[in-house]
């Protein structure tokens, strides 16, 4: 499985490089594929063959697709289960990393929307997720288990909610509660942050003078 | 694993009924831990203490907890391989069961959501998924590969899927296209959706008459 090559389908200072991130602090060979959002190349026939609804991240392993970012977090966990990121399918973990990866698109995307965009639902249960306030909470009381999202041990959902957890708190769409600040914190004095804020700062500026 | 039961936490006539049928489907041994919504049981300590969103479905297997519909569906499948209705992570089929498992809760339930509610997004980047109408053709052109929905194989995408678009389509929140509604009906021809239909029939029975 492993010879076969990995390219994530990337655009600068979006959520793949969440994905990036995670590529990096895996330590796997990949590739990548840069998308000027700029010039719609998102928008364009061959990149909708590899996804339909024209975002990024994707990712391609040989001949396989995967999109959407908890899959790819899980699909390279399994792919390269010696990073030891990974709980498997018989370590008790595995059910916190499933749930928690799910958790993550399942309600604080469509939560925090629904708050940043002040659309109102008329009862709690209209939403899947309920509320925003019952989200974030989920959240925080998760975080207090630290120091990584599913306690000790850094793992593929830190990709997910280190790199989402960052850019929620910077534009204040999820408030800086304690737990979630010492989170943030943790996770962009990683190496591994340092790494992708230089590829993205040389792939935007590349962009910028094209 | 195998030996250590399992228990879904199920209201009748409710997405959980989604997560019974994949129960049913597998053939896999499981105990009901049956809730009544009308009597607030899922918003007591209890049940808090399982899901803190007070929502079903979760499933207990022995002290692991898992929540949300597509990592429940993740989770039963790699505990049960011999059932043959979860492509492993070595089948070229895994990166289409984790990206269509993950588009469900990412995409699907907000955008229905947004639509149903009438909100209106000031442009189409604001929500992750861009907008109803790429989610819905996303969704179509997948299930023209059909009859299933990863292709030939009935898997456990169609666990979450199949209950999915049948609630959507009947309550015409998703379009009934041709390809919605062949898939829809087929759903509803396997064995499994009678066995789910009674059970919940009976349940919701014993709740009312409580």
């Known amino acids: 499985m492993n010879d076969r090559p990995i390219t994530l ?8 490089s ?7 602090e895996m330590g796997v060979p990949y590739r990548l594929h840069v998308l000027d959002l700029a010039k719609g190349e998102h928008k364009r026939p061959d990149y909708l063959a590899i996804n339909p ?43 916190d990393l499933l749930r928690w990866l799910f958790f993550y698109g399942d309600c604080v995307e469509p939560a925090v ?14 939403a899947g997720y309920g509320s925003y306030e019952d ?10 288990k630290g120091p990584w999202f599913l306690g000790e041990r850094f793992t ?3 990709g997910v909610w ?11 769409l999820i408030p800086a509660t304690p737990e979630i600040a010492a ?13 992708v804020a230089a590829i993205d700062a040389e792939l935007a500026a590349k962009q910028k003078g094209a």
Chains 1, 2 share one sequence.
């Open 9 to 16: 389908f990337h655009a600068p200072h979006t959520r793949s």
């Open 53 to 95: 609804m024209g975002k990024v991240p994707a990712l391609r392993h040989g001949e396989a697709i995967v999109s959407e970012q908890g899959a790819i977090a899980l699909y390279l966990g399994d792919l390269f289960p010696d990073t030891g990121l990974c709980p498997r399918p018989d370590d008790p973990l595995r059910a």
């Open 135 to 144: 989200t974030v909470a989920a959240v925080v009381g998760q975080l207090a």
């Open 162 to 172: 280190g790199s989402a957890l960052t850019w929620l708190k910077k534009f204040g």
């Open 18 to 24: 969440g994905t990036l991130r995670l590529l990096e």
């Open 183 to 195: 989170y943030v914190e943790r996770f962009a004095e990683r190496p591994a942050a340092a790494r």
């Open 156 to 158: 593929v959902a830190d």
């Open 113 to 126: 929307l629904q708050k940043a965009m002040g659309w109102e639902a008329p009862k709690a249960s209209a």
